[in-house]
């Protein structure tokens, strides 16, 4: 059997997990991170890319090492709590937060400037619309790379390279000064403002579902599918990379047209409207129309493909209907608001898929392998649960003697350190699979 793709396949597949990723998140928060950056936006840029797109190409390549996705990775816990953790990061990065966040921001950048005395029905009729569209084009796996690697996406770059091209070559302002956190310590902040694309997460549901197009493609070579996850992956990076950078230098020079803006989606849609008239509305529209309908996709797919996996007696279809039934309903629930309700839960959530990728690169050096999981992602997730309870506004000050507590990476350090002991201390072996 052939086990080679084709150079149109490859291409195709690698801008379809680009789509995958490129979504809401990745387009309303670097340009409110670059207004707020001003003169620190080279070092808040690079700060944002070490979450946005170095630890979601670690986490592909860990995806490949681990030869499988969530499940495969923690199956050092106990079996139970394995299957729950998964299911929580499936959960979060589906119907509870990021699927709906991309029909919200759909719907704020790219419909309501056209909508005249707007109503709540209007979002819930389009919320309707959209995830329609979703489930038609999440029901077949087999199809995802034709139609949207090969037709969608390529389309979508298209129109990203002209918006790129004219924020670059016509800015509108000078790059303004640094506000808030990114006065005194912009790398930090830019990298908890990369929580925010929950790309690292994204990458962990959506390495499986890569590797599933792959093999509807016909390769059933293990080594030749995490190949072709690893090439797809780097040309994400790259993809991510421009589209943020883009961004960061759009809202940097945005302060003549975006005073006193706190939404990103309002800074990128005022900007283009300044730049190209009314036209430049339909054309971001159409980008962000195209980029949130393809992350919606590959959520929508991941999750209903993690379920089956789970049952594999329930049937997919259905699963993909109710999936897009539920990121229906909460999409009503408004864009300020999921935003604020997701920031606790991603500050407790992060380091626990940060050290478990860790620990997918560590594993050959753990000698007591489920002794060392249970203690790394206990103590990540202890000390990421401080950050958590800190961003919802308790006062946690007494505890302000944990290093980076300012910062709200207190749980750096300790992770590091438990990952160390697992390595050096835990030497009792017990008997593991490989």
């Known amino acids: 059997m052939n086990q080679k793709l084709s150079t149109f396949d490859i291409i195709g597949l690698g801008f379809m997990s680009f789509a995958f990723f490129l979504g809401a998140g990745n387009l309303i928060f670097p340009p409110l991170a670059g207004s707020l950056a001003g003169e620190n936006t080279l070092l808040a840029i690079l700060g944002f890319l070490v979450t946005a797109v170095g630890l979601p190409l670690l986490t592909l390549i860990a995806v490949a090492k681990a030869g499988g996705g969530l499940t495969v990775m923690a199956k050092y816990l106990p079996g139970k709590i394995a299957t729950l953790f998964a299911l929580i990061i499936f959960v979060i990065i589906g119907p509870s937060f990021a699927t709906p966040r991309t029909a919200l921001v759909a719907f704020e950048i790219g419909i309501r400037p056209f909508i005249m005395n707007e109503t ?14 979703v489930a038609g084009l999440s029901i077949s796996t087999g199809k995802l790379l034709d139609m949207i690697g090969k037709v969608i996406t390529p389309l979508l770059i298209v129109l990203l390279i002209i918006l790129a091209t004219a924020v670059v070559l016509h800015p ?105 008239g009314i036209s430049g509305q339909y054309l971001l529209s159409l980008v962000v129309g195209l980029a949130c309908l393809t992350t ?54 992060y ?30 997730l202890v000390f990421g649960l401080l950050d958590g309870i800190k961003v919802t506004g308790i006062n946690i000050d007494i505890l302000s ?8 990476m207190e749980w750096f350090l300790p992770s590091i350190l438990a990952l160390l002991i697992s390595i050096f201390m835990f030497k009792n072996k017990t008997k593991n699979s490989s």
């Open 120 to 133: 709540s029905m209007h979002l819930a009729i389009f919320s309707v619309l959209f995830f329609t569209i």
């Open 172 to 276: 509108l302002a000078d790059i303004g000064a640094a506000s808030a956190g990114y006065v005194d310590t912009p790398f930090i902040t830019g990298i908890l403002e990369g929580y925010n694309t929950m790309d690292t997460l994204g990458a962990l549901v959506f390495g499986m579902l890569i590797i599933n197009v792959i093999k509807s493609k016909g390769i059933t070579s293990r080594a030749v599918q995490y190949k072709y996850l690893i090439i797809s992956g780097l040309m994400t990076a790259v993809g991510l990379t421009f589209v943020y950078a883009s961004l960061f230098y759009l809202g940097a020079t945005s302060h003549s047209v975006a005073i006193n803006i706190n939404n990103g989606g309002e800074i990128i849609s005022l900007y283009v409207q300044a730049l190209f």
């Open 296 to 349: 919606a996709v590959g959520l929508v797919s991941a999750l209903s493909d993690f379920l089956v996996e789970l049952k594999p007696n329930w049937n997919r279809k259905f699963l993909v209907i109710l999936n897009c039934i539920l990121c229906a309903f909460v999409t009503n629930v408004g864009l300020s608001q999921l935003i604020q309700l997701s920031i606790p839960v991603l500050y407790t959530v």
């Open 351 to 380: 380091p626990v898929a940060i050290a478990l990728v860790a620990l997918t690169y560590a594993k050959d050096k753990l000698a007591n392998k489920p002794l060392s999981y249970s203690f790394v992602l206990g103590t990540s």
């Open 401 to 408: 003697f944990i290093p980076l507590f300012d910062e709200n």
